[in-house]
């Protein structure tokens, strides 16, 4: 066998593995269904992205509350007071500094989701970035229109995250906020866990169309909301929902006065996420 001819083999095997490994990640996608014990079908969300555009970010649930509801989340604070993740019963902020902190139960919110765990291994990936990721990571479960959850655990060759510097009441609106964020990046971190939301684009404004994901190292040195990545190797778990909950702050009157007519929700939401 030639040099060309062994070049051209080698090339037809590789190729050959891939595709099956790639058959064989839509297979196990495919056959995630939801789970109906302890709740685990159901995704709770406490208020809507659409409120977050005019500057409603009046906490109106507390922690303690949200993990009545679920011990797994993402969120943000009262004020946009940093970004959020609760991982095993136990919620985190990190804020500007870009460190996390474990958060009590009296810490207000205006926005959150959280579910009961019961994650399905679904894959393992490497040498990814994180919009080919999440693109198969659709492509493979098949659930476009679909709310399901995603963890990935494994080592990052790179991340980078943001979180937004607290308001003060009167406060401004999203678009007004987006670009006062802090920036974190992280080279070869490892022990990591990367959480997010998949919501249909037919919900957004109720939450962000495609995936919302929050990041925490497991020594806690970098987190915060996902704006790019690279996974080196991990392992990636999801959890299907075929119910939503949705939890409205009716007892809030500036969110029950408010006319949400004329407020850019697409455009704005676009624009911070």
Known sequence: MNRRCRTLHGWLKMNMATNYREDMTKSAAANIRPIHEHGANVLYQHGTLAQLVPGLLEGT???????????????TGEGLDGELIILDGVAYKIGQSGVAEVLPDDFTVPFASVHHAAFQYQCERSDIGLEDLNKKIVEANGRANTFFAVIVRGTFSFIKTRAVIKQQAPYPTLEEVADQQAMFLGHDVKGTTMLGYFSPLMFNGAAVAGFHEHFLADDRSIGGHVLDAVLERGDILSQVFDTLVQHLPVDNPEYRSHDFSNDPIAEAIAKAE
């Open 61 to 75: 649930t507390t922690i303690g509350e949200l993990l009545e509801h679920g011990d797994t989340g993402i969120g």
